[in-house]
């Protein structure tokens, strides 16, 4: 990650906790798109955590980079992938990007880990993926929409234990100070000065309000990129499905897609 310091220490505190593999909807047309061509290109996958995306993708291409820069992050997505000439994790901030090695066919920040920093550095991480980018390469990222504010206040339950009456129990227990959080978080944000803006930082309700994050509208995140020498080629929403602006959804996050114009 390229984040806070106290961002930081939350990641090294739960690293042991990332445990899904699985690839989310937006990445999954990703490698729907580029399938064919994934071995001969060289990836960058920032943010890579305890190795999610690290596993499906260090196998397909023909140069893999994942870099973190919480060492625990790093110390698990070690665990899942066979470093060799290859293939390697790193430990490294995505704000400075000049001991990644590259250019790179296709750079990856997924999972909103671009939110986790403040404006300036976040405008930093995309000039640094544009630089370390192949003419014709791709860039895909995933950020929070300002449209998902204000926050639902009702807890997100996991499909995992579906069924599970202890889970149930835990669950409602947990939706209390949840709901409690975020009523105080809607009250604190001022959405008129947001939308205007752009873009605004809050507590992350998925780490228990301790990270704070970046949500930014749509339509000021394609400006944002364009400006730094973006095109971007598509949005997705969580499903993976295409998306216009303007975008009025409330998706929690959308994955841009882009190339260096």
Request: aromatic share 8%; glycine share 10%.
């Amino acid at each position: 990650m390229g984040g806070t310091d106290s961002n930081l220490r939350v990641f090294d505190e739960v690293a042991d906790s990332y445990t899904d593999l699985a690839l989310k909807p937006a990445e999954r047309r990703l490698l729907g798109l580029l399938g064919h061509r994934l071995h001969e290109m060289e990836m960058l996958d920032l943010g890579v955590g305890a190795g999610r995306t690290s596993y499906t993708f260090a196998p397909l291409v023909r140069r893999y980079v994942g870099l973190d820069q919480s060492p625990r992050m790093v110390a698990k997505a070690r665990e899942l992938v066979r470093e060799d000439e290859g293939a390697e994790i790193v430990q490294g901030d995505a704000r400075d990007l000049s001991s990644a090695g590259g250019p790179f066919d296709l750079v990856l920040f997924s999972f909103n880990g671009i939110d986790a920093v403040g404006h300036e550095d976040r405008l930093k991480i995309l000039a640094q993926a544009h630089r370390v980018l192949r003419p014709g390469g791709f860039f895909q990222f995933s950020s929070h929409s300002l449209g998902a504010l204000p926050l639902d206040p009702r807890r997100e339950r996991s499909p995992q234990f579906r069924g599970s009456l202890l889970y149930a129990a835990y669950a409602s227990l947990k939706a209390i100070p949840h709901r409690r959080g975020v009523e105080r978080i809607n009250r604190q944000v001022d959405l008129e000065a947001a939308r205007e803006r752009g873009w605004v930082i809050v507590p992350e309700v998925g780490h228990d309000f301790q990270i704070d994050d970046y949500y930014i509208d749509p339509e000021h995140q394609v400006e944002q990129l364009e400006q730094l020498g973006f095109s971007v080629e598509a949005i997705y929403d969580r499903e993976g499905r295409d998306v216009t602006l303007p975008f009025h959804g409330r998706d929690a996050w959308l994955d841009y897609l882009c190339r260096p114009a």
